[in-house]
């Protein structure tokens, strides 16, 4: 009877001791913060004019990264503010690019047909999730000149209030990122 007393004791003390630690849950926003300050992987796509292009071409470059594809709609409600970001940052030295698992063709017709300003790399299904810095469509992943993650966010907003603050701090990291 000692014995078990003494086992139970020790399995709830450590029980205890182990709630001292805060648990961090897997969620989206803890997936982005854990990218933050990574490399940009290696990755390999085609251009929507079947251009080879990889992140070697994005080297000392400020980039924006947007993941979507074109059955996705919040990936197309964010892209006019997604243009916008461009309009403002892109003579700044900044490239913008999106990443799609649509073909390169397929592609070119949404940008052409929907105005969407971002240079479009497809890569495959398998890439993209190679790839991992995107956690569901849309994301948005901004890399510093040294082609570590600075800040990752899934839609770009600013009128939406569940994205309005996220979409602020995007755009100031990206201001503060241009400036360097």
């Not at 029980?15 to 989206?28: E, L």
């Not at 569940?162 to 100031?172: G, R, Y």
Request: one cysteine or more.
């Amino acid at each position: 009877m000692k014995i078990y007393l003494v086992i139970l004791l020790s399995v709830f003390s450590l029980a205890v001791f182990a709630q001292d630690v805060p648990v961090k849950w897997a969620t989206q926003e803890t997936f982005f913060e854990d990218l933050r300050g990574k490399d940009l992987p290696s990755f390999n796509g085609l251009t929507i004019n079947k251009k080879p292009f990889s992140n070697a071409d994005l080297k000392n470059q400020v980039v924006v990264i947007n993941f979507w594809f074109e059955k996705c709609p919040p990936c197309i409600a964010e892209m006019p503010e997604l243009n916008n970001l461009v309009d403002k940052y892109g003579k700044k030295e900044v490239r913008f690019i999106g990443i799609t698992h649509d073909s390169p063709a397929s592609a070119r017709r949404f940008q052409k047909r929907n105005g969407y300003r971002y240079e479009i790399v497809s890569l495959s299904n398998d890439g993209i999730r190679k790839l991992n810095i995107n956690h569901g469509f849309p994301s948005n992943v901004l890399v510093g000149k040294d082609g570590k993650i600075i800040y990752a966010t899934a839609n770009i907003s600013f009128s939406d209030p569940q994205f309005k603050a996220k979409s602020i701090l995007f755009e100031e990291q990206l201001k503060a990122a241009a400036e360097n």
